[in-house]
């Protein structure tokens, strides 16, 4: 290689400070502590996301898990935000349709199936599963981000003239996500039968919302 080779390949090299390679370090063993609750989280339920457990998975002492979040809490901060990316992946996945009432419909399903495929990370975000955890502004935030596709919806068929003035945008969203959020919780307490029987009482709950926004089109 000649030295211009040489020269050429010493400028393309991104050189980073100890403190630049150290940060780095730290963050890739956040991620790494990470995946291994949110394994633990999927595979035996949120009661087994323990500093001790996951320090077991990861093969190091709990006193590493500490320094870099702190407490439980600080861990499920992180699992809270991981929750809001899938909740976001499942509701961007939902077919688009030309009328509101119908976009709403595949909407709330794929909420529904959020609720199936992420059981453990909804009873993170919505359940109260970590008893002393309170998400702070920034995960709230994310759940907002990630129920986006549900505001726009919403405040298109607002626009439309579909949706009644008198009604608040805000008070609309939290009407029906807390409609549909009250028929999974009963379902996962064991109230609604199997998965089948619960889907229906979803269904229809989701139906006469949609009915109640849209009366003339839905």
Request: proline share 3%; hydrophobic share 40%; charged share 20%.
């Amino acid at each position: 290689m000649s030295d211009q080779d040489n020269n050429a390949n010493a400028n393309s090299r991104v050189l980073k400070t100890y403190q630049e390679a150290r940060l780095q370090n730290i963050e890739n063993l956040r991620k790494h502590v990470v995946d291994a609750a949110a394994t633990l989280l999927q595979e035996e339920g949120p009661e087994a996301v323990t500093v001790r457990k996951v320090a077991q998975k990861m093969g190091c002492s709990t006193k590493i898990i500490y320094n870099l979040f702190v407490n439980k809490e600080g861990l499920a901060q992180q699992l809270y935000l991981d929750g809001c990316k899938l909740l976001a992946n499942e509701l961007e996945s939902a077919p688009p349709a030309d009328h509101p009432a119908q976009h709403l419909h595949n909407l709330g399903e794929a909420f529904w199936q959020f609720g199936q495929r992420h059981s453990s990370y909804y009873k993170l975000m919505f359940g109260g599963a970590f008893a002393d955890f309170k998400p702070d502004e920034d995960s709230l935030n994310g759940t907002v981000t990630a129920m986006k596709q549900l505001l726009a919806v919403i405040h298109e068929a607002q626009q439309q003239g579909l949706i009644s003035d008198h009604y608040d945008t805000e008070v609309i969203i939290r009407v029906f996500w807390g409609s549909l959020h009250g028929v999974i919780h009963l379902y996962m307490g064991g109230h609604l039968g199997d998965v089948r029987s619960a889907h229906v009482v979803y269904e229809q709950t989701l139906s006469f919302i949609i009915r109640s926004l849209l009366p003339q089109k839905a």
